[in-house]
């Protein structure tokens, strides 16, 4: 069930933005282990929005939760979207893994496309 007044112009998505050199060398985590930071984070992101409508919508969704995930080349790149983020007032997370104390990836909570797409335009699809 949709929240009211949404409609398929106004689709939730959820950006996930992971750090693309975790799983290159010298780091060359497992592919398993880069996969987790990002549902740790998408996960974290939901959970602290969770009353606001656009995330009760999405969770509610069901199949058609619709989820991008971009790449950041690396940690400072991350942390300088983070606050970009912070500073246009857009809900996220960042998920920092312990006990390294390393931010590897930061999630949205869901948001209409139109109003976030300008902050992140500069980061490419993760392949």
């Known amino acids: 069930m949709a ?3 949404a409609t398929v112009a106004t689709a ?6 992971l750090r693309g050199d975790l799983g290159r060398p010298p780091r060359s ?3 398993g282990a880069v996969v987790a930071q ?3 984070a998408a996960l974290a ?3 602290a929005h969770r009353q606001h409508p ?3 919508a999405y969770l509610e969704s069901g199949g058609a939760m619709r989820t991008i995930v971009l790449e950041a080349p690396d940690e400072t790149a991350l942390t300088a979207l983070a606050e970009t983020l912070k ?3 857009i809900d996220h997370q960042v998920w920092t893994e ?3 104390n390393m931010a590897t990836c930061l999630a949205l909570r869901p948001y209409p496309k139109d109003q976030v797409h300008q902050h992140l335009k500069k980061f490419k699809l993760l392949k």
């Open 38 to 40: 990002g549902c740790h």
């Open 45 to 47: 992101a939901a959970h």
């Open 54 to 56: 656009d995330t009760r």
């Open 3 to 5: 929240a009211p007044g």
């Open 29 to 31: 985590w497992p592919l």
């Open 98 to 100: 312990q006990p390294e």
């Open 87 to 89: 500073q246009h007032n």
């Open 12 to 17: 939730l998505v959820q950006y996930v933005v």
